[in-house]
């Protein structure tokens, strides 16, 4: 609020000017009073003014008994996932009725550090959307990888106090707080001393160490798998998110914790959420349908989505319809199956039917776009020497991000390399580093993929996001690599020397300013061709899974630009076993 | 939070080190779940730890089964209506389980201004009471009297900074801001650029006008008199008081409007108690017990008074019994009639069976002692000449600071001056201006107050803290304001020129840092005085009737140093009616 808006807030309350807006026959849900209320209501400089009362408005709209929602907060976020910048995900997700977001900028800052923080807020300033931030935590996420930078207390100093950044984000380091880490400490003092935020990320972390995790003040965790660690969360103080991603979906086993009681803590959160997801399910109002189907009251539904969230990340401003609050709302003919037909954002008709009216103005993203400095890179490094026929492998497991840590046999060339043998499913999975042209390349073997032949290479890679390649031979997966690195980042896939096709991801690899129809276009398509003419499992997601395959926190294997990693020794191993 | 103590909270949270204490066998109250939680509570350095898990404690307790109670924090409170210093406060209300007010100082600053305020806050931090204080929004409270001072924006800048100061206080002058008066929105403005709270006070405002009054930011009340005008306030996003004072009792009525929904949004309040209150009937704990007495669930009730108040004012490190909180909490049998047995703040006991254990050190209230700048003061300014037998009258109306415009038919003696007449008990009211060495003595009659012969003075008369005097002849009246100035302030009797009682309020005439105990002595002797000797009327307080009749804002007829003032037609009248 500033005094002028106050000045035109006041004239319009009490009659003195018209508003610029009335929703004529409205039933206003009220999160305060979880009463519906049937009236007028008046909107005036992107602000609401109140129900009834004798005023008049230049505009008229009547919505004919419809009721009238505060617009969706999503909880917690990670822009990236949907592949989309900033501005192209908010006129994404506005049409389902969602006007805010707390996103966590962690896989675009593994790359790209404060140029990427920079561009994000930049970006998100753009937006119809209101995009608010907390600063990744924990970039690099492990030491056992190369990320783009490395972001400590002193990186975070230089954008913590912007006011579209809440705090810090998701503290995924929970053994280095449990134990006390003093990196980890000077990370959570800058938000201390700015009385901001800290987001928490710390599965099966329970009692004692859970006591000492939310004491220092962490205060939101949104990776509960089941609804008794949602009461102990939610029993110690923390607000805990009901999340409905495209891998991870907690809703309905969540929803079975939350009471008439402790409701008050409890969100939604969309998390990880991929464009075909968001395309065919919606975004947050989909887990709030999800729950309110499983029996949750839509209005204590619609409580947790709105102003929980504002209560939770102290933004005042919203989160209500009522007198001064952001006019952040939309429409719907039903409570039960919520659809957002008309959404307002700051008093404007932003989203009609499912389709956005006012896109948000791209924003240039100079300086992180391509991002891919690989050194010396030739197909030569892709070479699997091998000591024995007996080795370590990966075994994917379908439809999870978890692997096994398997054994095989393999057959091998006269130079002792690795050969690919079409009857037993095993390809070769390669990581190179992206980041800081140290020509890192690690190989390993990976099995249940099912391609039959071809290669497939993505710079999505979580969380460091360097390349990662899979494929039968080491020309096509050179060609791949090599492919990727002329795109600037995406996703590409190649047979017999021939591209096939592109997802081109220009900013810093994981996101593009097209839009989203056409990025939904493009994966279908290349979906098509990966199930089709490359012959992946239809057990697996051809993409989402390779993406996971150098992330070095989940167990057992996993592959990065170092080596194969061995999640449960949290040590790297020996490709050979003999 | 700091990193130091969070380093510490890990150790004892994980059993690294012995806690400081534990608190075994206790019935825990969870205000997130509203559960009763059986176990052991650790606290350590001052915050709570957790309950059970594998950990040794330096000290045990044995609560042998009692339930274990957040700190009761009051959500509006002013100190000065205690008679004491912020210290000796402290040592009066923490016995009853009240751990953190949220105080308002716009007495003192009406006398004092800034000098005040830089002393509550010195005198706030040394106590033992965690003390919050909004500063006042409303000084002078109004135009039509002479105050100590005029605080303004400028004024307020150079305190809303500080960590203690957690916002702007009681904005009384609402017609001033639903008029979108400048100065007034300037004053908000301090509040909104730094995100900081704003305090409401509108009694009677409702629909239209109430819209623009929240809407522009202000987001508590504690002037509701119904549940219905409760209703409607937390309908429209603000925070609800039930409050509990010495002449405002409002918690028996409002609680009818608390719901199992909207309770959220409810807190606490005590504003204005005077010392014999909290000693005969507590003090936060009293309009909680009322409350629950009256049916509200007593962990509702609970919840009203902790967590939703540290809600409210952002206070996130306390109201509740969680990990990392401040260790602010008592211990009683039960919930029905809540009783703090022991009281501990920041893990400290800090009383034990109604008896301060670690008393507050006093501050010297160095430059606002004394304050009595009376200019010229004579008994000749005390003469009332008339025009006519014809005469306005103040007419009490018993238990009420509300007045009615009387009228009255008056002897004169020879000069045409106002003689007292025993038969019909008109006395003479007076208000001497102390502040700024004006000189202004205002005079008039008021009927109701019973006293027979003498007079009593005092410095307490809100709000502008003007001396005002009662009595039946010139020269008592005299001697009773002479000797208030030389007392500093306070309230005293006189009778045929022999001082009958004094109560020393040497700290702005408004507070003293003698005890509460003494305080309560010294009213209660002079309350029999008064009654006594003096005959003051049963049906009045003698001391509180007096000290509302100087306040121009409560109609009907009100008497400022400026003169006879009609609040009705808010401006000044003749006290000649022919």
Redesign the interface.
Known sequence: ???EK??R???A???RKACDLVIKNAKVV?V????I?NGDLFIDNG????I????KAEKEIDAKGAYIVPGFIDGHCHIESSHLTPTAFSDMVVPYGTTSVIADPHEICNVCGSDAMAYMLKSGKNATLSIFYMYPSCVPATPFEHAGCILNAKEIEEFIDDESVLGLGEMMNYPG????DGMV??K??TA?SR?KNIDGHAPNVR??????Y????I?TDHECATSDEL?ER????MYVMLRQGTACKNVLELVKGID???Y??ALFCTDDRQPETIAKYGHLNHGVNLAIGAGLNPVTAICMATINAA?CY?L?DRG?I????RADFFITEKLTDIKAEQVFIAGKLAAKNGKILSPSKPVKAQGIEGRMNVKDFSKEKLKLRLRSDHVRIIDIIPGQVVTKAGEAYVARDEEGCWMHDGENDILKLAVVERHNGLGNVAVALIRGYGMKHGAVATSIAHDSHNIIVIGDNDEDMATAVENLISLGGGITMVKDGKILDNHRLEVGGLMTGDGAQEVCKTLERMHETAYGELGVSKDVDPFMTLCFMALPVIPEYKLTDIGLFDVTKFDFVDINLD
């Not at 009522?322 to 609050?325: N, R, T, Y």
């Open positions: 609020m500033t005094k106050a000045i807030l006041l004239d309350a009490t009659g009220n305060y009073t979880h009463e209320q602000l609401i003014v109140g009834d009362g004798e005023r707080v449990i134990n006390a400490l000077d959570l003092a201390y009385k009692s004692s160490d859970l006591d000492g939310i004491g220092v003040g205060t009461k939610i029993a110690r103080g008439d009681k402790n008050r803590w209560e102290g005042k209500a009522a007198p001064g609050k």
